[in-house]
């Protein structure tokens, strides 16, 4: 038998110019219902998205993609209007929209902003999420290079419309995925050893190794060809 879920009440739309993330209305909440912000942003793109489908939509399902136990991949789409609901979901309003969330997605979506991000090259929507596991020792070392990567290496791959996003973090060796222009730049091996790695290295002693697991062959938009 479908589950019937209480109604949640809808908050006026913001007239203003803000830009703040929103946070999750009353929805059903459940234990480990992870919590999640939305901005302004992607609120107004995933709605003219909706309103383009010219269909009943009564939410978005965002599900993660473990890809270690630091980090996931992230998806989202549309539920349809007839789709039934899960009696396993959390489910969290925000000004007309609701996400829903499935048990084993909610752990990577601890903490998460879903953003309208605006890039040289493929302005997206996308789930931000920090690394999970940040108590373990492994974990305060993946901080440190993420840090790293925040503070010297992304602003510096940003200005050819590239990133570097940590994977995994295993006995000293680091995970790395190139993003944008870095996918499938013939210069993302030379840009990894004597760029990234070196900048890694020298604000984080632990590390002996940064390795390169993208899928260069998928690459849209190399800077270099």
Do not use: W
């Amino acid at each position: 038998m479908q589950t019937q879920y209480p109604t949640r009440p809808d908050r006026p739309e913001s007239t203003g110019r803000e830009r703040a993330p929103r946070h999750a209305g009353p929805g059903n909440s459940r234990p480990g219902t992870p919590r999640i912000t939305i901005t302004e942003n992607a609120l107004k793109y995933i709605r003219e998205q909706r309103e383009s489908l010219g269909l009943p939509v009564k939410g978005l399902r965002v599900n993660a993609i473990p890809r270690s136990a630091l980090r996931a991949a992230y998806s989202m789409r549309f539920v349809p209007a007839e789709e039934p609901e899960s009696p396993t979901d959390s489910i969290q309003s925000f000004e007309g929209l609701d996400l829903y969330i499935a048990p084993d997605s909610a752990p990577y979506l601890e903490g998460a902003t879903i953003d309208f991000v605006f890039r040289l090259i493929g302005s997206e929507l996308k789930v931000l999420a920090p690394l999970r596991k940040s108590d373990t020792p492994d974990g305060r070392i993946a901080a440190k290079v993420q840090q790293v990567l925040d503070e010297v290496v992304n602003p510096s791959l940003g200005t050819h419309g590239g990133g570097a996003e940590l994977i995994d973090y295993r006995d000293g060796v680091v995970f790395l995925e190139l993003t944008g222009g870095c996918q499938g730049c013939s210069m993302a091996d030379s840009t990894l050893k004597n760029g990234i790695e070196t900048s890694i290295r020298d604000k984080v002693p632990e590390i002996r190794e940064v390795r390169d697991v993208t899928q260069h062959a998928n690459g849209r938009n190399p800077f270099y060809r």
